[in-house]
């Protein structure tokens, strides 16, 4: 791990608490490992649509998954 990537880590965690009153924090890969394939994309969304919007990404995922296989 880079000494930017523990500062931007840290920066992010200070970030998600000045705006988010109770986030969650996903670690992605190993310390150190590449991380070209993975994408962060930061979606608003209003309270009420939140769950129904996480089962839309799910579904959308697993059928660009199946679809790949087929191909």
Same mark, same amino acid.
């Given at each position: 791990?880079?000494? /930017? &990537?523990?500062?931007?880590?840290?920066?992010?965690?200070?970030?998600?608490? @000045?705006?988010? +009153?109770?986030?969650?924090? $996903?670690?992605?890969?190993?310390?150190?490992?590449? /991380? &070209?394939?993975?994408?962060?994309?930061?979606?608003?969304?209003?309270?009420? @649509?939140?769950? +129904?919007?996480?089962?839309? $990404?799910?579904?959308?995922?697993?059928?660009?998954?199946?679809?790949?296989?087929?191909?």
């Amino acid at each position: 791990m880079h000494l /930017t &990537d523990i500062c931007n880590l840290v920066d992010m965690q200070r970030l998600a608490s @000045d705006f988010l +009153s109770n986030y969650i924090f $996903l670690a992605v890969g190993r310390v150190g490992s590449s /991380t &070209d394939l993975i994408v962060q994309r930061v979606e608003y969304v209003q309270e009420i @649509d939140k769950r +129904s919007h996480l089962m839309d $990404l799910l579904h959308a995922q697993r059928e660009t998954e199946v679809n790949s296989k087929v191909h």
